[in-house]
């Protein structure tokens, strides 16, 4: 057997012998090393094979992880009793049993509203590792961003008041409170999205894609090899990069160029722009773009090749690109779904006004 | 330390005397194997303490359980795309985080839409030890009953052939119904409702009221018994019965009665008969009654002593009751929130209408 990284090897014509002498039926001639390589060259980190070095990187001293705050914050997260009519938990529209989104077009709340700018719910999947939250980017964290679906008129509808009513009027919650915050916390809206913020902290999923990076050169076949190979030619990359595959302010040229521009009103930040979305669990995350107006994985490679880059990506290069982006199909977090404290009587009861 | 389940007492001025010595601080006086004796002659049976003796009560020869189908089953009852906008699942009505309810008065389902008759979602916890499903009783097991809301239009609002032509859309649930079930499986909507009853079968919650029937006479405190010998007496037996204490079909007065009875139409099944509610963990299942009409447990308790036994039950005795019925809320089985396939480019859309 080949030890694979230690061949180094440069020369085109060298490559190809090599595919045909060590690498099988595959029609792809780059050596692995120099994919990883190229890779790096594009800006694109793994998710690290560590548990304490992913730990590191979705960690936030300004608001720790601890186990404690993990385990309350899933609740919280699970819990419908956050919104308005006692229905709607952050779980409805981004749920972690289906890739941490809705799989509808556009986000579906309170009183069965759909969000006023047909705007796609994103994934909370990996979305710690975005370097803004929202599609206009306009809040910086997990801990912000959190407070807003909460309050928005067309998602859970709850005001803050409200929701820290319905918590702190459940002995099971403040007692939690108290044992992760210690006894004189003051529960109050923002603690309470800070908590939820760090669960969704926790929500990475490493694919075989890291497996490659970090080194096991195996963990890719070489038709996903060959697909990652041309996502970074076509220049994917220049917008779809770094440990997120995404999640980067980009310019976006949708509102002018894309096929279902007119589906919302969405015209990104003051200055035009829009969050990347990563790519990570992208086969799970259907339909496609800030509205949600593609449903096929290779269609939306296309689309954007040709509204992004000026290119047209054939079907069949599409196909490979699309088999590549299988490979950020991560292993998701074990969740054990949480029991929620029970309401009293002085739990203020649902609405739907 | 005296063994309790030795004193075998008959006389009432020896049973005050003994709770004076051997029980403390407790005004109620009567042998714990008397109210157990009491609690047996009322119909009342416990959940058995062995995992097989659980298995034989809720298994169905001709639906017989098995890892796998609890497994699928799971995944099913956890699944929005079962619904027509491919949002609500069964587990959205029947929150299993939640005391396997929703917490609001009348169900709330597609499109918003509350239940026609403004019937209150019953729980799927212990729903294998009903004798009838609905709360017309109008379904004999959870086989029959998990076609129903899938396909109501005010629930899931799904068409039986929409239903089988998403699942079987998906490769991930196609392998799995072929593990589950052979090769040859023909995955049509029966099946599908029938795998999600197994799933519902084994959601049985085992409390401290039935260790202390099957034996452990620790396990209620005083306050406690006193609650359940009281239950007992006023008769609240008469209907709450059974292992499920509830699930069969009684002659029901609150049409005619019941304070909110002007609450939606519901008149029971043509007979006027209504499923008795389980009283398992109906601390987590408020609102109360058919139509959610009252929220309070020790109201409910009042409520249903005038309406069905022509009592007054005194606030005092209404909180004693309530103090017993704590000790249903059950231990829920430990669930790993699934992981669902991914839809393909041939999975039908959301629809909306």
Known sequence: MIKRDKIMLTGKKTLALTTILFAGVSAFAMSDMDLVKKVTKAGIKPIPSSKMEILKLVDDPKNPITDRKVELGKKLYFEPRLSKSGLISCNTCHNLAAGGVDGVAAAIGHKWTANPHHLNSPTVYNSVLNKAQFWDGRSPHLEDQAQGPIQAGPEMAAPAKLVVQRVTSMPGYVNEFKNTYGSSVKIDFKLIADTIAVFERTLVTPSSFDDFLNG??????????????????????????????????????????????????????????????????????????????????????????????????????????????????????????????????????????
Not at 222 to 242: P, V
């Open 216 to 353: 096991n050169l195996d963990a890719l076949t070489s038709e996903q090899k060959e697909g990652l190979n041309l996502f970074i030619d076509k220049g994917c990359t220049s917008c779809h990069n770094d440990i997120g595959l995404g999640g980067t302010m980009q310019a976006f040229e949708v509102a002018k160029k894309y096929k279902f521009a007119s589906l919302g009103d969405f015209k990104g930040d003051k200055n035009g722009m829009v969050k990347t979305p990563t790519l990570r669990n992208i086969e799970e995350t259907a339909p496609y773009f800030h509205n949600g107006g593609i449903w096929s994985l290779s269609e939306a490679v296309k689309e954007m090749g040709s509204v992004q880059l000026g290119l047209t990506i054939s079907d069949k290069d599409a196909a490979k690109i699309t088999t590549f982006l299988k490979t950020l199909t991560g292993e998701k977090p074990t969740i054990i779904y949480p029991i929620l404290p029970v309401s009293t009587n002085k739990t203020p009861k649902p609405e739907f006004n």
